[in-house]
């Protein structure tokens, strides 16, 4: 199976707790005014990777990293890759946390089942569109209504 991405960041330590490894997924339907990642909306963008390949990408920094932060575009416009990608960690890597962000509410993202799935192999969610008019300087997100929710507790 391939998953559509803008782009990966192999370390990171601005998105998520930790170093990171970064998916930014291809797609995203919510096109919030002063998004940091515009060029991640087209849903056509960006180019297509073997789940696997990727996979083993992940695997050569997992002894480096503290989890695999998966962000957007809207993870949750691929949730068939992505819950692929995910299973694949989880049976891999089992020791690497997994962050979503997702521009869904938990409230909305709950109501649909193949969200409820991804959900629940994943540790923390970011969730909510960023809002320009609330922007902030907070950890992991870009404006006041957007929240950490850890999803194991």
Excluded at 145 to 150: K, L, S
Aim: glycine content about 10%; overall charge negative; charged content about 20%.
């Amino acid at each position: 199976m391939k998953i559509r991405l803008a782009g990966v960041t192999e370390e990171s330590c601005v998105d998520g707790p930790g170093l990171r490894f970064v998916v930014f997924v291809q797609g995203c339907p919510h096109a919030c005014p002063g998004c940091h990642n515009p060029e991640t909306w087209n849903t056509n963008g960006g180019s297509l990777m073997e789940i696997a390949d990727l996979v083993e990408q992940i695997g050569r920094k997992a002894s480096l990293i503290d989890g695999v932060t998966i962000s957007g575009g809207e993870p949750f416009l691929q949730i068939e890759p992505c819950l692929e990608l995910i299973r694949s960690i989880r049976d891999k890597y089992p020791q690497l946390s997994i962050m979503i962000y997702s521009g869904y509410t938990l409230e909305k993202l709950q109501a649909t089942h193949p969200a409820c799935e991804m959900l629940a192999l994943c540790d923390i969610l970011v969730d909510g569109p960023f809002i320009q008019e609330q922007k902030a300087e907070l950890p992991f997100r870009g404006s006041a209504n957007q929240r950490i929710i850890e999803l194991k507790k």
